[in-house]
């Protein structure tokens, strides 16, 4: 037989049978679409391949241009298992590619174009000729060179996915860039067999994909690999392998650590100390940097085959301005704990000692300076209430109070506190409408200070002769909504989404003061919400609307 023809199916037998078993090994990559890419280009090929063998080898002309045809129509849809699999490997969603449908559409043209063609003859025509040796010579029509080279265009396209991809990386992935140019290395007998004499007008890409998928599958796979999880982030990394070599790293990453640079397979506390020290322990790293210290995110993740890990993904995250705006956070936390001290143990403590002399002045005074004395009284008792909010306000920011939510009885503490506003402001006229529910709402110690502070906020700014304060509370499924109404002068509607203090004024706001403000913050740490309403005749509601206990365990 023929060697020249024994060279022409074995190249092509060689190519199915490398691609074939190739697929097993194909189906170990953990990236979903890159291993269906991957699988469907080599199951192409292994067809096209074996269509051309069968072209080769078959007894009868009928089944050899069948097999040619079959061979031929795997061929495109190698073109697009081609262009999947690099998409999905560069990290570019392929069911997201533009004009997808367009592109199904087209694909489907040119099968039935090339099943029709014993109709139309526009593809390939047939005879028999000996020359280089006895076989069904292919003369290839219009509508192949045409899709020869709109498969080249669109091959095209994937190589420079790849290429991009590679150049993304650390310098380490020149093997993959060569294996990747090895496919296109067949394209030139493809184009060129009809002017060489000895060769047959056929496809050769199966040779360069069955050395591509040996070579990345067999040779190179955990740098086919780590190319694609290092290349994935815009942000620096590095991929280690269980010693903690460096495999690979991006460009993001040779920027930030130079040291990178021809680094790969040196241990990573050997070239970057400051990445080595935080594997174990990942965490934020500042780093000196010409305009200032520069603060990183550093975060791990394994990387198995198999159920054996083989290295890890080191991401470096800038977290500059979030580490200034933690920093500036502590930096106001600390404040407000000074404050607090400084409310608690000056303030308070100066405050009763005034409020203990002024008592002591009682017995001394005459009828006419009795009115001024309670009057200092009054005041002292009104400063020492402020500080006891301020108090409050602060621990609620500061952490010190505010704890997760927590099963708390409503009835309980609005009650505690209307018979502590009866007592403390004696003028004023409070009633309730209807029953408090006996029922446990999502709150925790603080909840007496929300109550404590509109109810006193409602005596004292009220401008009415007699203050008149009703309080009532409907439940329903999920929550509870206790409404605190005054006889006021009300609210302005400009002002009801301020009155707070939230918004960019805080506590600069045209409210109340710092005790509203302190009723806010309190409701949603509780997973309530507060807002004021007018009253029907005159003055203002506050309504509280917070979450009932028995509601949450039903959502959870």
Not at 484 to 502: H, L, T
Not at 514 to 520: A, D, F, K, R, S
Request: proline share 5%.
């Amino acid at each position: 037989m023929d060697l020249l023809f024994l060279g022409h199916v074995g190249v092509f037998v060689v190519s199915a049978l490398a691609c074939l078993l190739s697929i097993p090994r194909a189906r170990r990559i953990e990236h979903p679409g890159t291993r269906k890419g991957l699988v469907a280009l080599l199951l192409s090929v292994t067809v096209w391949s074996l269509g051309y063998v069968g072209y080769l080898l078959a007894p009868t002309d009928p089944v050899r241009i069948a097999s040619y045809t079959i061979g031929f129509i795997f061929a495109f849809g190698a073109v697009a298992a081609w262009v999947y699999f690099c998409a999905a490997y560069t990290g570019r969603p392929p069911r997201q590619t533009p004009y997808l449908r367009l592109m199904i559409g087209v694909f489907l043209l040119f099968v039935v174009l090339k099943l029709t063609n014993p109709v139309h003859n526009l593809f390939f025509t047939t005879e028999w000729t000996t020359d280089p040796f006895p076989h069904l010579a292919i003369q290839h029509g219009v509508l192949y060179w045409f899709t020869l080279g709109l498969s080249y265009v669109v091959i095209g396209v994937g190589f420079f996915m790849l290429i991009e991809r590679f150049d993304h990386t650390g310098t380490d992935s020149r093997p993959l860039v060569v294996l990747a140019a090895i496919t296109a290395v067949p394209a030139g007998a493809t184009v060129f067999g009809e002017q060489i004499p000895w060769l047959l007008p056929l496809m050769y890409e199966p040779m360069g994909v069955a050395v591509f998928a040996v070579g990345t599958l067999f040779v190179y796979i955990n740098r086919f690999e780590t190319v694609q999880l290092t290349g994935d982030s815009d942000e620096p990394a590095v991929f280690l392998d269980p010693d903690d070599r460096v495999r690979d790293y991006n460009q993001a990453a040779a920027a930030l650590f130079p040291a990178l640079e021809d680094s790969i397979g040196n241990r990573v506390e050997e070239i970057v100390p400051v990445i080595a020290s935080r594997l174990d322990d990942p965490g934020v790293l500042e780093i000196d940097a010409s305009e200032g210290s520069r603060y990183y995110q550093i975060s791990t993740t394994p990387f198995t085959t198999g159920g054996v890990t083989t290295g890890q993904l080191v991401t470096i995250n800038d977290v500059t301005e979030r580490e200034a705006y933690r920093q500036q956070l502590e930096e106001k936390t600390e404040q407000l704990e000074a404050l607090n001290r400084v409310v608690r143990h000056d303030i308070r403590n100066d405050m009763a000692v005034i409020r203990g002399w002024a008592e002591t002045l009682t017995p001394h005074v005459d009828s006419e300076g009795q009115d001024a004395l309670d009057r200092v009284l009054r005041k002292s008792d009104h400063v020492i209430e402020v500080t006891e909010t301020v108090r409050e306000f602060v621990e609620s920011l500061s952490g010190d109070s505010a704890i997760e939510p927590r099963p708390t009885s409503l009835r309980r503490h609005l009650e505690t506190e209307l018979e502590a506003v009866r007592e403390s402001f004696a003028e004023a006229e409070f009633r309730v409408d209807g029953e408090i529910p006996a029922v446990d709402v999502l709150a925790n110690e603080m909840l007496p200070s929300v109550f404590r502070n509109l109810l006193e906020n409602a005596v004292r700014h009220n401008d009415s002769e007699t203050p008149e304060i009703t309080v009532d509370a409907v439940e329903t499924d999920d929550v509870v909504r206790i409404r605190i109404a005054d006889n006021g002068p009300g609210i302005p509607d400009e002002q009801k989404g301020r009155v707070f203090g939230k918004g960019e004024k805080g506590l600069d706001s045209p409210g109340s003061g710092i005790g509203l403000y302190l009723v806010y913050t309190l409701t949603d740490q509780f997973g309530g919400d507060v807002w004021v309403e007018d009253n029907d005749q005159r003055g203002a509601v506050f309504v509280v609307e917070l979450l009932k206990a028995d509601a949450e365990g039903d959502r959870s």
